[in-house]
C-alpha cells in the first residue's frame, strides 16, 4: 500500500497548526463534530433538491465513543460520507475545505448553514492523537475507504468494509508525559463537559453511552453499574426559539445554566437581527456586581458562537467597556473566523454587531429607568460607578451616550434623581447645577459650604463616589446649564443686604486677613470674609478646576502625583468668632497666631484633609482652655 506525502506548504502548515494554533486541546472534539454535522446538512441540502432522497431528521446523528482499552475514541456520523476522490482532495490538501466549497454551490435560507470554512480543523486531532483513521462510505457509492496518517509524515487510503453511509473518524490518543495527561479524552465526564460547552447547540443528536448505576432488580441495598445511550446536547438554543414560546424562567434558567452569575438577572434582552447583519443575542443585566467586578482579574465579554458552535467564551469586542457588566451570547452566521475559529477577524460585520448591542442595551436601561425605577436604582447601586467611569475615560467620548443614565442623590429629594430631573426642577434664576462631595450623604449635609446655596432653596447633587467630580469635569455642561461645586470661589448667586455687609467688612478688615494668609502661607492662597457661611465660623473654599475633593483621591492613588488644590480659608464675618480674631489682631498677636492655626485645622478637619501636627493642634486647644 502506497503512502502518500502532503504537499510541502500543506506539510508546513500541519506542523505549525499542531503547535501553535490552537490554544486549547479541547478544540478537537468541537472541530471533528462541527465536522460531522456539516455532512449530515450535506444530506439535507441534497433532499432539497433530489426527489429520491427522504430526510428524516431522527435518523441523523452523532455518536461519540471511548475505548479505554485500546486507547481509542471514536467520532461516528450518518452524514453524507466521502468517496475515494473526496478523502485525497478533503483530507490530503490540508486547509481545503470541502465545506465550505459545498457551501458556495449551495445557498439556503431555511435557518440551516453549514459551519465549516477553512478545512484545517479535522488536523486538530493530530494534538492528541498519534494516529487518525477515518473510515468513510459515500451516498453516491457503494464502496468504503480507509484514510489514515500519523501526522506530517503522509498517509494512506485503501478499499474497506462498511455497512452504512457515512464516516468514523477513530483517534489513537497519544500516551501520557511528564507535562501532559491524555487520558482525559477518554473519560466519559471530560467528554460529556467539552461537548457541553462548544457543541451543545449543534442542530443533530449526539449520543454517547453513558455509564451509572441502579438497583439491581429485586433488591433494596444491591446497585449494578449500567451503560444506555444518551443525547448529551441540548440541540435547540434558546436563542432561535421565538421569544413568544419563552417565559422569564425560561430565561433565568439559562442564565443559571450557562453560569453567567450567581444572583438573578434584573433585565434580558433578547435579540434577533436581520439586515446587514445577521444574528441573535440574548444579553442580561445582572442584579449585583461580581465579587471582582472592580478588579484587574475581572473578565468582561459575551460568548460568541458561530451557527451554534461556541468559538469565544468571552469576546471583549462586542461590549464596551461601561457596559462591561453585562453578560450573554451571540451567535452569527456572517462572521470573518481566522484559521483556527478561536478568534475573530476584526471586521466590518463583528463592529455592526457591538455597535447594535450597544443600542440596545441603553435603550433597556433607559426603559428600565423610566418604567422600573425600583430595579433601576438597584441596578444603579450595583453598576452606576461603571457608568460613571464610562464618561470619564477617552476624554469624555462616550458621555453623550452615558448622562441620563447616571444618578445622584439629591439635598431636596432624599433620593436619587436623574440630572434631567435636576435640570426640571431648576428656578427660572438659578445659573448653576449645584454640587457637593464627600465621603457620605451625611457629611455632605453638614459641610458649611452648603449653606448659602440651600438658604436659597437650590437643590443640591451630592456626589459621593471618588469617579463623581473627574466624569462632571467631562460633561461640562448639561441641558446647556454648567456644574458648580459649592466650595467654588464664585456661586453665581446674586448679593443681598447680609453679602453688602460682608464687603463692608472685608474692607475695613483688609490687613487682618492679609496678616492671616501670610500666618498660612503655603497653605492657602489668602484669606477672605465668606459670602457663603451662615452659621459655621469657617471653611475652605478652592479656586480653579481642581476641588479639595479631587485633591484627596489623586493624593491617594499609588503614583501619587502631589497636586494640590488652590485652597481660600473663608471666615464667617457674622460670627462670634470674627469679634475674636479682631481682638486680638489689635491687642494681641500671639493670641491671633494661636487662633489662625486653629481655625486652618478645624477647616481642614471639616474636609476630611489630614492636619500636619497632630500634637500641636492639641495643644493650641489646651491653651484655649487654660
Known sequence: MEKKQFQAESKRLLEMMINSIYTQKEIFLRELISNASDAIDKIYYKALTDDKLVFDKDSYYIKVTADKANRTLTIRDTGIGMTKEDLENNLGIIAKSGSLAFKKENQSKDGHDIIGQFGVGFYSAFMVADVVTVISKSLYEDSAYKWESTGAEGYTIEACDKDSVGTEVILKIKDNTEDESFDEYLEEYRLKAIIKKYSDFIRYPIKMDVSGKRLKEGSESEFEDYQEEQHVNSMVPIWRKNKSELTPEDYDKFYAEKHYGFDKPLKHIHISADGAVVYQAILFIPESTPFDFYSKEYEKGLELYSNGVLIMNKCADLLPDYFSFVKGMVDSESLSLNISREMLQHDRQLKLIAKNISSKIK????????????????????????????????????????????????????????????????????????????????????????????????????????????????????????????????????????????????????????????????????????????????????????????????????????????????????????????????????????????????????????????????????????
Open 363 to 626: 435603550s433597556q436601561l433607559q426603559s428600565l429607568l423610566k418604567d422600573e425605577r425600583e430595579k433601576y436604582e438597584q441596578f444603579y447601586k450595583s453598576f452606576g460607578r461603571q457608568l460613571k467611569y464610562g464618561i470619564y475615560s477617552d476624554y469624555g467620548s462616550h458621555k453623550d451616550v452615558l448622562q441620563d443614565l447616571v444618578m445622584f442623590y439629591s439635598s431636596k429629594e432624599k433620593k436619587l434623581v436623574t440630572l434631567d430631573e435636576y435640570v426640571a426642577r431648576m428656578p427660572e434664576e438659578q445659573k448653576y447645577i449645584y454640587y457637593a462631595s464627600g465621603e457620605s450623604n451625611e457629611r455632605i449635609e453638614k459641610l458649611p459650604q452648603t449653606e448659602l446655596v440651600s438658604d436659597k432653596g437650590y437643590e443640591i447633587l451630592y456626589f459621593t463616589d471618588d469617579i463623581d467630580e473627574f466624569a462632571i469635569k467631562m460633561i461640562m455642561k448639561y441641558k446647556d446649564k454648567e456644574f458648580k461645586s459649592v466650595s467654588s470661589g464664585d456661586l453665581g448667586i446674586e448679593v443681598d443686604d447680609n453679602e453688602k455687609d460682608t464687603d463692608a467688612e472685608k474692607n475695613d478688615n483688609q490687613a487682618l486677613f492679609e496678616h492671616m494668609t501670610s500666618l498660612l502661607n503655603g497653605k492657602v492662597t489668602h484669606v477672605r470674609a465668606s459670602k457663603r457661611l451662615r452659621t459655621h465660623p469657617v471653611c475652605l473654599s478652592t479656586e480653579g478646576e481642581l476641588t479639595i475633593e479631587m485633591e484627596k483621591i489623586l493624593q491617594a492613588m499609588p503614583n501619587n502625583p502631589n497636586v494640590k488644590a488652590d485652597k481660600v480659608l473663608e471666615i464667617n464675618v457674622n460670627h462670634a468668632v470674627f469679634e475674636s480674631l479682631k481682638d486680638s489682631y489689635e491687642k494681641d498677636k500671639e493670641k491671633l497666631n494661636l487662633y489662625t492655626a486653629l481655625l486652618y485645622n478645624q477647616a481642614l478637619l471639616i474636609e476630611g484633609l489630614p492636619i500636619q501636627d497632630p500634637v500641636e493642634f492639641t495643644n493650641d486647644i489646651c491653651k484655649i482652655m487654660v
